[in-house]
């Protein structure tokens, strides 16, 4: 079973930068899409961005396009988001899951075994 660790975020003022990271403990994490999507108390979760096993497809939700960048190394069992120029309404959990399939669509239902996630402030 894929178990999936996130670490990264923090308190950020308005325009700043945080780096993501996404851990797997198995060596199965190179098979797998992975993505992360975001939940803030009381609202839906939202997918955010995704990488295809291979490293030849991303995809972004509009909101955060130009703004925010994924990458992985199959070797180091890893993934990242790296986010820029944050907003004040981008404070919330953000969650690393595998994915069904890695789409445009970031579908909600197409991602599972997500991590306990780690918390975005944005605050000036």
């Known amino acids: 079973q894929l178990r999936l660790v996130e670490s990264g975020g923090g308190l950020v003022q308005p325009g700043g930068s945080l780096r993501l990271s996404c851990v797997a403990s198995?060596?199965?994490?190179?098979?797998?899409?992975i993505g992360w999507f975001r939940q803030a108390p009381g609202k839906e979760r939202e997918g955010v961005s995704c990488i295809d096993k291979n490293n030849d497809t991303v995809n972004y939700v509009d909101a955060v396009k130009g703004r925010f960048t994924i990458s992985r190394d199959n070797t180091k069992n890893t993934v990242w988001l790296q986010m820029n120029s944050l907003k004040l309404e981008e404070t919330t959990s953000y969650y690393c899951a595998a994915l069904h399939r890695c789409s445009a669509n970031l579908l909600i239902g197409d991602f599972f075994s997500w991590g306990q996630g780690t918390q975005v402030t944005v605050s000036s």
């Open positions: 198995a060596l199965t994490f190179r098979y797998y899409d």
